[in-house]
């Protein structure tokens, strides 16, 4: 009967930690809110610092790789200040099919050029490097959006 007990206790206090919800840390924030504060010259320099630490670049690497980041980052910042523009005024409409084709050709018009120029200015075993980088990004990415539009259940069923 003792032993019984016992077990039930252990039991039911082992549900209940199983049940207990995890808390998320009060001050921390999402990090593209995080990174959407910065400034177009803050934002390329941390992205700047992060490239010289990963593909070892030097002085001269350095300007050229920042001088295109920070041109990259005050696009971002402009693009997002007129999507912001836009549904602050509730003109936040769906893009026609030509308008999302011309947005994604020129998407893919920087890619290219971005690419380009990194393969001008770093060395062969630096661009691989980075190269690789890129890819593992875009297949997080992926990755990323299939999970959020998943919900507990859905996916292939085991037969």
């Known amino acids: 009967m003792k032993r019984l007990i016992i077990i039930a206790l252990a039991l039911i206090s082992v549900q209940g930690f199983a049940q ?7 001050n921390r924030e999402n990090k593209s809110q995080r990174m959407s504060d910065l400034t177009p010259e803050e934002a390329a320099n ?23 980041n920070l041109e990259n980052a005050t696009k971002r910042k402009e693009m997002m200040a007129a999507f912001k523009a836009k549904k602050e005024d509730g003109k936040n409409e769906r893009p026609s099919k030509e308008q999302r084709l011309a947005m994604e050709n020129a998407k893919l018009d920087h ?5 380009a120029k990194m393969k001008t200015i770093l060395d062969k075993e630096q661009y691989e490097k980075w190269n690789q980088a890129q890819g593992k990004m875009k297949e997080r990415a992926v990755g990323m959006k299939k999970e959020d539009g998943k919900k507990r259940g859905d996916g292939p069923q085991k037969k």
């Not at 207990?20 to 009060?26: H, T, Y």
Request: proline content about 3%; aromatic content about 2%; cysteine-free.
């Open 46 to 68: 941390l992205q700047t610092k992060k490239m010289v630490l990963h593909l070892d670049l030097n002085d001269k690497q350095q300007k050229e790789i920042y001088a295109m």
């Open 20 to 26: 207990q919800d995890r808390k998320e840390r009060p």
């Open 111 to 115: 890619q290219i050029a971005t690419k």
